[in-house]
């Protein structure tokens, strides 16, 4: 068996053992340190063994992940979700489809804080589905579009997905955050749009609400100012060069503990779960870096990334024609697949051939975000789904399902407009760096 065809061997391994349930890092880890014996034997494997957890993590730049983190979790216990949804819904609540868009927007401006998916589904979903109910909005238009705004919580920054991307491919994590700022507005535009056209069709799946006065709508602003404060003070502290992603992951975890705190949701309770919360989510992206590491080395040894670029090189394919393959493959996987996997999985392989095609991998970082935002909510797996799912409990499956396909099609809209236009997503950070 040639050293390639051992590295597809294997990834189709890690693949098969994923999809089987078994956890990611593991599933790496094993077919790492298996695959590196086959080829270097007991010593090659005991070296790497010993020395890549500590090498893989040992960076002082890797001390921005439990940081964002922690300021993705203070903002959930300060219960900053519910003044977001409030503040827009004053404004655009009463027209139809307002609630709906109002989730989009109350995802996109929590996910500048949180930096999860995940969590933005489920802290907006316990908000914004018993309103949309009370409403007599329909279930699939309101738990698709829970699920389909917790995929910006991915892609607008500051996000673990972009921290974890520029740190395998040695990227500048700021010019990454920066350049997400214009592709994450783009989705939550695009998002807006969808619904705009279902309730254009279907005006009785979101009914028409009352109107907030002027009065209230200030109330609302007033308590939502700290929120769009400290998203500025970190974003704009990188983009005009205060702070590095690091200080500024570090300001923002002090900034969303004291709101936390002023909010009088923190006590001694809460502040235990959230570090132990904290700790947990950290401990596993650590865990799952450290697979991914042993599986690196695992394909770097196989040859199959110079492979890959010399198959491609001899096929006469234009770069554009490589890239739409590449996402193809990425919504297919995204299919049974969550995201934080294809990107550890994939990146290091598709990484060299973006290289060799002259991709910027800012840009190149941006649009396998975006496509890796598309598999959190494609069926059957898409991770979004279950999580609104078991949050709206009386909706089934399939309801949730029926309602994400126009959601899913303003997503390929979106990421088509980012390959034609690099410069969406180059522009922002030309100018601050």
């Not at 997905?161 to 990454?176: D, E, H, P």
């Not at 279902?198 to 002027?214: F, N």
């Not at 650590?286 to 670029?309: D, S």
Request: charged share 10%; with cysteine; aromatic share 12%.
């Amino acid at each position: 068996m040639s050293d390639a065809f051992l590295g597809l061997f294997g990834f189709i391994a890690a693949l098969a053992l994923i999809a089987f349930g078994v956890p990611v890092a593991i599933s790496m880890g094993v077919i790492g340190a298996l695959g590196y014996w086959y080829l270097n034997g007991w010593m090659g494997v005991s070296y790497i063994l010993g020395s890549s957890p500590f090498e893989s993590l040992f960076p002082y730049s890797f001390s921005v992940i439990p940081l964002f983190v922690m300021m993705g979790v203070f903002a959930s216990h300060a219960g900053l979700s519910r003044s977001l949804f409030a503040a827009i819904n004053s404004f655009i609540g009463h027209r139809r489809g307002g609630l709906a868009i109002t989730t989009v927007g109350a995802s996109a401006f929590f996910g500048a804080i949180c930096g999860s998916s995940l969590a933005t589904v489920a802290t907006i979903g316990r908000v914004a589905l018993p309103e949309m109910k009370r409403h007599g909005y329909d279930p699939s238009l309101s738990t698709a579009t829970v699920a389909a705004g917790g995929t910006l919580g991915v892609l607008i920054p500051p996000s673990v997905l972009l921290v974890i991307y520029g740190l395998l491919t040695q990227s500048s994590i700021g010019q990454l955050f920066i350049a997400a700022l214009i592709p994450g507005v783009l989705g939550a535009l695009f998002y807006a749009a969808a619904i705009m056209v279902i309730v254009r069709i279907k005006p009785d799946v979101a009914p028409l609400s009352e109107r907030t006065g002027w009065p209230e709508r200030f109330k609302y602003l007033r308590e939502v100012w700290q929120v769009l404060l400290l998203f500025l003070l970190v974003i704009g502290g990188i983009y005009l060069g205060w702070f590095s992603p690091t200080e500024a992951a570090a300001v923002g975890a002090v900034g969303a503990f004291l709101l936390a705190l002023f909010s009088g949701q923190l006590n001694r309770t809460t502040l235990g779960a959230a570090v132990f919360e904290t700790a947990g989510l950290t401990g596993m992206i650590f865990f799952i870096l450290i697979g991914a590491a042993l599986f690196n080395f695992f394909l770097e040894n196989t040859g199959l990334p110079q492979l890959l670029i010399e198959q491609i090189r001899s096929s006469g394919l234009s770069p554009l024609s490589v890239m739409v393959l590449i996402l193809i493959f990425y919504i297919v996987l995204g299919c049974f697949m969550d995201s934080m996997s294809m990107i550890l999985l994939t990146v290091p392989l598709f990484v060299p051939l973006a290289l060799e095609l002259d991709f910027n991998l800012i840009w190149f970082g941006i649009v396998v975000v975006t496509v890796a935002e598309i598999g959190l909510i494609t069926p059957p797996i898409g991770m979004n789904l279950f999580v609104v799912q078991a949050a709206a409990e009386d909706v089934p499956q399939s309801t949730v399902i029926k309602g994400i396909f126009p959601f899913i099609v303003a997503d390929i809209l979106r990421l088509a407009v980012l390959v034609l236009f690099p410069a969406l997503a180059l522009w922002l950070p030309a100018q601050a760096f």
